[in-house]
């Protein structure tokens, strides 16, 4: 791939990442804080903090991926099963 191509990649999905997180500030912020309570410990908002972190940029990232992929026309699902089999032989 040429270098201007790789660039021009580079800087559309650093664009669609900056769109994405000012469309879903409220959403991620609501993720991240999910299950805390202000009774529990510092220790367990901060545990839970980071496990939300984790499982919500896995999300976001197959968020975006799928996008590109269909906004591309390279993937188009019917169902949810013909998804999440599209997703699983890419994990595989």
């Given at each position: 791939m040429e270098d201007s191509t790789?660039?021009?990649?580079?800087?559309?999905?650093?664009?669609?990442i900056d769109r994405?997180?000012?469309?879903?500030?409220?959403?991620?912020?609501e993720n991240i804080l999910s299950g805390c309570d202000e009774t529990d410990s510092f220790e367990n908002?901060?545990?839970?903090?980071?496990?939300?972190?984790i499982i919500t940029s896995v999300k976001m990232a197959a968020d975006i991926a799928i996008s590109?992929?269909?906004k591309a026309?390279?993937?188009?699902?019917?169902?949810?099963?013909?998804?999440?089999?599209l997703l699983m032989s890419v994990v595989k």
């Open positions: 790789s660039e021009l990649i580079r800087s559309v999905i650093g664009q669609e994405w997180f000012s469309e879903q500030g409220d959403w991620l912020m908002i901060y545990s839970r903090m980071v496990l939300n972190s590109f992929l269909i026309g390279i993937s188009e699902p019917k169902n949810e099963e013909e998804l999440r089999r």
